[in-house]
Structure formats: structure tokens, C-alpha cells
């Protein structure tokens, strides 16, 4: 059954992997291997991720708190599919307070739970953010939720981030995270244009 399942992963189930030790796989075999092939299959939402491949250039504005000044950075963000348009990768570059910043992120959709997810790491920390998205249609927005490590909290925090395309050539990324007082408060935008 491993060859089987390999074959399947190299790219799809042939007729020849439809038997295993020179027998032909049973009804239900088959049909775990159907379920199997849905689930790898990029979809409609892995195509919409595609439609974000391009190189972007992208002005990030940040808070640190509730009411403070923002500061206001530049950077460029490409982003590529990988493993045949199953995941949206982004390379971002940039600067924050002064010195060089870097970061990467994958998303994906995942067809067995119907989620998006996406995780995040970047050199300014050793942990990762991971997050679940959904498609708010009413709102024209894909919403992220999920826990960022945080070294003046000590460990982790919640995160939600709010995304919108504006046109083809334009994303407007909201990001928030509890203040003070624990309510969520905006703490930075990204808005990203396709050079």
C-alpha cells in the first residue's frame, strides 16, 4: 500500500497503481484512493492564490500601541507557488526600525478541512506564526486567525489579520493584536501593489 501511496504523491494514480503485489486493489481501496486523489488536487482556491504570483512592492505602517505614532517602512514581497500550485510562498525584504528585514510565508487551502492556513517566520525571531483562514464573502475578505509568539508577553498571542484585494493589483492586509488592555487593536497594514 506505500508504493501505492507514494506513486499517488509523485503526481497522480496511474492504472498501474491501481494493484498492489500483482492483485487488483478492492472496491474500497479504490475508493480510499479516489478520496486520496481529491485531497491533493489543487482546486479553485489554489488558482486564486495563484492570481497573487508576481513581485509586489509593499509600504508597511505600524503601531506599537493603542494611539502611538505610527512608523512607516518599504519592502518588496515575491511571491511563487510551489509543489505544482498547492502552496502560495512569499519572500518578503525590507526594513524595520532601522535594520534589515526578512521574512517568509506559506498559504495554502487545505481540501480535507476546507481551511486556508498560512505560517510565518522572519529574522527578528525564532519562533513561527500559524494561522487558519476562511473567506468572508459578505465582507470581500479573508480572514487569518491564530497565535504569534510574542517575547514581551513570553510566549504566545492571538493574531487575526484581515486581507482584501482592491483590483487585481492591489491587497490591503490589516493585522491585529491585543493591547494594553487586552481588546484587539489594529497594529499594522501592509498594502501591497504588484510592480
Known amino acids: 500500500m506505500i508504493g501505492v501511496v507514494l506513486v499517488g504523491l509523485a503526481g497522480g494514480l496511474p492504472a498501474a497503481a491501481m494493484e498492489h503485489g500483482g492483485k487488483a486493489m478492492s472496491a474500497q481501496e479504490k475508493a480510499m484512493m479516489a478520496k486520496w486523489q481529491a485531497s491533493m488536487t489543487p482546486g479553485q482556491q489554489h488558482a486564486e492564490m495563484a492570481d497573487m504570483v508576481g513581485t509586489w512592492s509593499v509600504r508597511t505602517t505600524t503601531w506599537m500601541a493603542p494611539g502611538a505614532p505610527p512608523e512607516v517602512n518599504t519592502g518588496t514581497a515575491v511571491r511563487t507557488m510551489m509543489f505544482d500550485g498547492r502552496v502560495l510562498r512569499e519572500d518578503f525584504t525590507g526594513n524595520w526600525q532601522g535594520q534589515p528585514f526578512a521574512g517568509v ?91
Open 105 to 195: 510565508a506559506h498559504t495554502g487551502y487545505d481540501n480535507v478541512t476546507g481551511q486556508y492556513w498560512s505560517t510565518w517566520m522572519d529574522n527578528m525571531m525564532t519562533g513561527v506564526t500559524v494561522m487558519k483562514g476562511r473567506w468572508d464573502k459578505p465582507r470581500g475578505l479573508w480572514i487569518f486567525e491564530g497565535q504569534a509568539p510574542d517575547p514581551m508577553a513570553g510566549g504566545l498571542i492571538p493574531l487575526r489579520i484581515e486581507s482584501r484585494m482592491e483590483g487585481d493589483d492591489r491587497e490591503v492586509d490589516v493585522f491585529f493584536k491585543p493591547g494594553p488592555d487586552g481588546r484587539m487593536f489594529r497594529m499594522m497594514e501592509l498594502v501591497y501593489e504588484r510592480q
